[in-house]
């Protein structure tokens, strides 16, 4: 959800494959989708609150799975990009920085605007939401941040964390590092993940798993440069899709366990990311612009939607009471005014902080 708005790879004179420089357009059109589909989740869980479920549509509720999906991208966003980024304290140090950067401002932004929404109308608010100093910092809490899509950022800036721990050591370490730590999520996240404690919850939880699915995926395209039919990576794709979309259903139907939701939806975005990741790098599918440019608004999209989703629908449901002509504005302005918010929040905050990013991060790693 955080990275940077094209994703180009130059790798180190010691990798294991040849210098290269290549855009990953079809992975940014997922990042786009991957947001789309949690603003659908979020219409249809307004619609649910103030229309009432027999105004949903069915199967607008999915949408939540493209969090899943932004997981597994993030995975392998971190891998991709670090190939030449070398290893040791200063590297490590510019990762994080421009992480900092990356995450912060924007969302810093978009909960200034939710609070600013939700002090006009406070209905649009969870009564379960973290103090303020928990949710303008991303800090582990009880309850998720009052800027609900803030939960997510937790658990990245774990994986951040993490990840740039992993930078201290040699690169050619980075496969086995990456799957003892999946290993020990495997052996204590059962245990750990039920903790009250909020910190251990999010370090022992199952989804990530998500992360490291990823990162696997960039690793092994890394390594591996043979190259498959492209209809046979259509297939591919299309079937890990339809994958996705039946491990969200059956998640759904069946109840949320954590270790369920990362089973049926990790591996399908997996192989649906590596299937658009082997497009890419054949160059055999390129997707429409407004994709791309939908992957490029995505990490503003997902930070600014829900509290613009949420107001239109109570507005609509109130003032023009619960019927189908209320319901078409609510979804119309649900599906065009976090548009505008997210083009804002991408150009005149997001796109500054993450060039300041880069530029301290060179700073510090030359």
């Not at 010691?14 to 989708?33: E, F, H, I, T, Y």
């Not at 612009?289 to 509290?307: C, F, N, R, V």
């Not at 997001?350 to 700073?363: F, S, T, V, W």
Request: one cysteine or more.
């Amino acid at each position: 959800m955080t990275h940077s708005a094209t994703l180009h790879s130059s790798m180190a004179a010691k990798a294991p494959v040849a210098a290269m420089s290549q855009q990953l357009d079809l992975v940014q059109a997922l990042r786009g989708l991957a947001a789309f589909a949690v603003l659908t989740h979020h219409i249809a869980v307004s619609i649910d609150q103030w229309f009432g479920t027999g105004f949903t549509p069915p199967g607008l509720g999915l949408g939540w799975v493209g969090v899943d999906l932004f997981f597994v991208l993030s995975g392998f966003i971190m891998v991709w990009t670090t190939q030449s980024s070398g290893h040791g304290v200063r590297s490590a140090a510019a990762f994080w920085t421009r992480r900092l950067l990356r995450v912060y401002p924007p969302y810093w932004a978009a909960a200034l605007m939710a609070l600013g929404l939700t002090a006009l109308i406070p209905e649009i608010v969870s009564k379960d939401s973290a103090g303020l100093l928990e949710s303008f910092f991303l800090w582990p809490a009880e309850h998720p941040p009052f800027l609900q899509p803030g939960w997510t950022l937790i658990y990245e800036l774990w994986f951040y964390l993490g990840f740039g721990l992993l930078m201290l050591a040699p690169r050619r370490w980075l496969g086995p590092l990456l799957a003892g730590w999946a290993t020990a999520v495997l052996i204590v996240g059962d245990a750990f993940s039920h903790e009250a404690n909020p910190v251990w919850h999010i370090m022992a939880n199952p989804l990530t798993l998500n992360f490291l699915m990823g990162a696997g995926v960039a690793l092994a395209l890394l390594r591996w440069r043979g190259n498959l039919p492209r209809t046979a990576l259509l297939g591919i794709v299309a079937a890990a899709a339809l994958l996705l979309l039946g491990g969200a259903l059956y998640v759904t139907e069946t109840g949320w366990s954590e270790w369920t939701r990362m089973l049926a939806c990790g591996p399908a975005s997996a192989i649906l990311l590596a299937g658009a990741a082997m497009l890419d790098r054949q160059g055999r599918l390129a997707p429409p612009k407004a994709l791309i440019t939908l992957g490029d608004w995505s990490y503003a999209l997902y930070l600014a939607h829900q509290p613009i989703v949420y107001a239109a629908t109570f507005l609509s449901a109130t003032a023009l009471g619960v019927g189908w002509v209320s319901l078409s504005v609510a979804v119309l302005g649900g599906l065009t005014l976090p548009f505008v918010a997210a083009g804002l929040l991408h150009h005149v905050i997001e796109k500054p902080a993450q060039q300041a990013g880069r530029r301290l991060a060179r700073a510090i790693a030359p």
